[in-house]
C-alpha cells in the first residue's frame, strides 16, 4: 500500500535579543501597526528569498567551478556557428524583439480595455 | 518628479503603494478605514500613563479644512467611528480624504509630494459604465489639484497630477505579472491564457478574469459579500450571547483574531466558537457566489486570490479550488499592481 505523506502545521517560535538582534527587532516592529496576516507574510516572503537567493548563489558557485572549461567549449562554438549562420542569427535577434513587441502590445490591449475613460 | 502611485481605497482598510523612477523605493501604506472626529489628548488622564506606553492603537490626527480627524487603528477608542458602506462613500465626502491624506502622508512623509494615482474600483461599480465615469469624475473633481493638511502636527503639501482608474483586482493581476518597472516578468503565454482573479475584500467580493488582453465578461462580476458579512453576522451573535454591540471594524478585527477574547459585564467571553461559526458562514456565501459564476473554475490556467479575506479563508478555498494561489501579501496586492500598472501609464506620458 502506498504510503500517505502528509504535511503538519509548523509552528515558528524565534526569540529576538535586543542587542544581538536589533535590525531583526526593527525590522519586525515595522509590522506592529499593519493588519493581521501582513507580518507573518511578509517573514515568510522574506524567507522564501533568503532561500532562492542562497540556492542561485550555491548555483553560481558551482558553475564558477567549470567557468573556464564552459567559456572555452562556448567561445569556440560561437565561433564556429557564427561563421555558417551569420544570417540565422540575425533573424532569432528580430524574432525576440517581435516577442517583446506582442507582449508590450498585449499589456496596451489590456491596459486600455481595463482603464476607464471618463 | 511625479511619482507614480496605486491607490485602492477599501472598506476595511485604504491601501498606498508608491514606486519612485526606475521601480526604486518601493512604498507600501495600509490604513483601517476608520474614521472619527476627536481628539487623542486626553489632559491629564493620559499622564496615568506608567511604564512603556504603546503608541500603537493611538489614531493619526489629520487636520484641514479646520477640522481635525482622526484615522487608522484605534479611532473607536477616542470617537465614533463613521461607519459608511455604500459606494457613494467612493466619491468625496471629508472621511474619504482624510484617509487618503493619511495613507499618503504614511507612504511619504511630511513635505512637498508631486503624484499621479491608478485608483482601483469594485467591479460591481466598474460593471456600470455611467455609474463608473460618475464615480471617477467625482474622484478626479476632489482629487486632481493641490492639497495642503497636517498629520500629527506635520505638514503636507501634495500636488495629485493625474487620477485614472481600473477595476481592484486587475491590481492583483499586474501585482502578479508586472514587476516594479511596469515590465512583463511571466511568460508571455500567461498574458493570452485565461486568468481568474477572486478579490476577497471586506465589503466587496470581486470575480475577474482577463484573457489575451481581454476581460471575459462572463466570469466577470462583483458582490457586497465580502468579509463584512462575517462581521455582521458577529456582531448579531455577540450582541445576542454577551450583550455587547460592535462596531464593524471591531468584529473584523476579532475575527482575524488566533484567540478572540472581549471584556463583557460577565467577564472575559471566549468568541472562538461563535467567530468560527460567523467565518463558516461567509465562506459558504462566497463559494456559493464564486461557484455559481466559475464552476469548478478548472478552465482557468491560472486561478490568483487575493484581498484580506482570502488569507482567512485560505484552508476553504485551498479545499474547494486546489489549483488555486492565494497570493502573497494579499490586503496590499491590489494597490501593489495599480502602481506596476501606473509606472506604464503614467510613466510613458
Known amino acids: ?118 | 518628479m511625479v511619482l507614480c502611485g496605486g491607490y485602492d481605497p477599501g472598506f476595511g482598510n485604504g491601501k498606498g503603494v508608491i514606486i519612485g523612477p526606475s521601480g526604486s523605493n518601493v512604498n507600501v501604506a495600509v490604513v483601517p478605514s476608520v474614521v472619527g472626529v476627536g481628539e487623542t489628548d486626553l489632559g491629564m488622564l493620559s499622564v496615568g500613563n506608567l511604564g512603556r506606553r504603546s503608541r500603537r492603537n493611538v489614531p493619526d490626527r489629520v487636520s484641514f479644512d479646520g477640522v481635525t480627524y482622526l484615522v487608522g487603528k484605534g479611532v473607536s477608542r477616542y470617537a465614533r467611528p463613521v461607519q459608511r458602506m455604500d459606494f457613494l462613500r467612493l466619491t468625496d465626502g471629508p472621511e474619504l480624504r482624510a484617509l487618503f491624506y493619511d495613507v499618503t502622508f504614511r507612504l511619504l512623509g511630511e513635505g512637498v509630494h508631486k503624484i499621479a494615482f491608478m485608483v482601483g474600483l469594485p467591479v460591481e461599480i466598474m460593471a456600470d459604465r455611467e455609474h463608473a465615469k460618475g464615480v471617477l469624475r467625482a474622484m478626479r473633481g476632489w482629487m486632481v489639484g493641490e492639497h495642503s493638511f497636517v498629520v500629527n502636527d506635520e505638514e503636507v503639501s501634495l500636488e495629485v497630477a493625474d487620477v485614472r482608474a481600473m477595476a481592484q483586482p486587475a491590481g492583483a493581476f499586474f501585482a502578479w505579472g508586472l514587476d516594479d518597472r511596469g515590465k512583463w516578468i511571466r511568460d508571455r503565454s500567461d498574458l493570452r491564457a485565461p486568468v481568474a482573479i477572486c478579490d476577497i475584500g471586506f465589503n466587496t467580493l470581486d470575480l475577474f478574469v482577463v484573457e489575451g488582453g481581454e476581460v471575459i465578461g462572463r466570469f466577470t462580476g462583483g458582490d457586497t459579500a465580502g468579509m463584512r458579512r462575517a462581521a455582521e453576522q458577529l456582531i448579531t451573535r455577540v450582541q445576542g450571547q454577551c450583550g455587547v454591540e460592535l462596531s464593524l471594524h471591531e468584529a473584523d478585527a476579532l475575527a482575524r483574531q488566533k484567540r478572540p477574547r472581549l471584556y463583557t459585564a460577565d467577564g472575559e467571553a471566549d468568541l472562538r466558537s461563535l467567530v468560527n461559526q460567523a467565518l463558516d458562514s461567509a465562506a459558504a456565501g462566497i463559494v456559493t457566489f464564486v461557484e455559481r459564476r466559475w464552476g469548478n473554475a478548472r478552465q482557468f490556467a491560472h486561478v490568483l486570490f487575493t484581498g484580506g479575506g482570502a488569507d482567512i479563508l485560505h484552508d476553504t478555498l485551498a479545499r474547494q479550488y486546489p489549483h488555486g494561489v492565494v497570493l502573497p501579501n494579499t490586503v496590499t496586492a491590489n494597490a501593489v499592481g495599480l502602481a506596476r500598472y501606473a509606472v506604464r501609464a503614467f510613466g510613458r506620458k
Open chain 1, 1 to 118: 500500500m502506498a504510503r500517505r505523506t502528509t504535511t503538519a502545521l509548523k509552528t515558528l517560535k524565534i526569540r529576538l535579543y535586543p542587542g544581538l538582534d536589533n535590525d531583526l527587532i526593527a525590522w519586525v516592529e515595522q509590522f506592529d501597526d499593519q493588519p493581521y496576516g501582513v507580518k507573518s507574510q511578509s517573514i515568510k516572503n522574506t524567507l522564501r528569498q533568503g532561500i532562492r537567493e542562497s540556492t542561485d548563489q550555491a548555483m553560481e558557485t558551482e558553475s564558477v567551478l567549470d567557468l573556464s572549461e564552459i567559456r572555452r567549449v562556448i567561445e569556440a562554438s560561437v565561433a564556429s556557428a557564427m561563421s555558417r549562420f551569420e544570417g540565422q542569427l540575425a533573424v532569432a535577434a528580430i524574432t525576440g524583439n517581435r516577442e517583446d513587441d506582442e507582449t508590450e502590445d498585449l499589456l496596451d490591449a489590456l491596459g486600455s480595455a481595463l482603464i476607464l475613460d471618463e
